[in-house]
């Protein structure tokens, strides 16, 4: 279930297009549905991952679409608990968390000829159980 503080400009058709993009990422990738997971993101989006390894130094990890979706065509499928949080959404564009058990997903998504794709992803690991 989304939950939403504040919205400008946008109805509930909108909302649940929103909703129904982060489910299409997370639920294609941990589902082991590479088109689903591919059809959330709008053609010039970018996943990227800010990490710091065990010397100290931080670096950036950029992973495009097609990359994701080949690696949801080998992941193990598995269903996981998941939340989704729409923080704010003006106009034609929104800012989604999206908890699992094993990540921790921001998402931007914007509303491009009449849909809602994801832009830009950044994620961490995440180790801990949702119930």
């Known amino acids: 279930m989304a939950r939403l503080p504040d919205r400008v400009g946008i109805d509930q058709q ?16 941990v ?14 989006a970018v996943k990227r991952r800010f990490a710091q390894d065990q010397d100290g130094i931080f670096w950036v990890n950029a992973i495009s679409p097609r990359t994701m979706a080949d690696y949801a065509a080998v ?11 729409i923080d704010a959404v003006y106009d034609d564009i929104a800012s989604v968390r999206v908890y699992s ?10 509303k491009a000829r009449g849909e809602w ?3 830009h ?10 119930e």
């Open 117 to 119: 794709k994801l832009f």
């Open 101 to 110: 058990n094993r990540w921790v997903d921001f998402l931007h998504i914007v």
């Open 75 to 85: 992941e193990t499928p598995a269903e996981t608990p998941h939340e989704i949080v």
């Open 14 to 29: 909108d909302l649940d297009a929103i909703t129904r993009t982060a489910l299409d990422y997370l639920e294609g990738f």
């Open 31 to 44: 589902l082991a549905d590479p088109d689903r997971h591919l059809s959330s993101y709008h053609p010039e």
């Open 121 to 130: 992803v950044t994620w961490q690991n995440r180790d801990i159980t949702i």
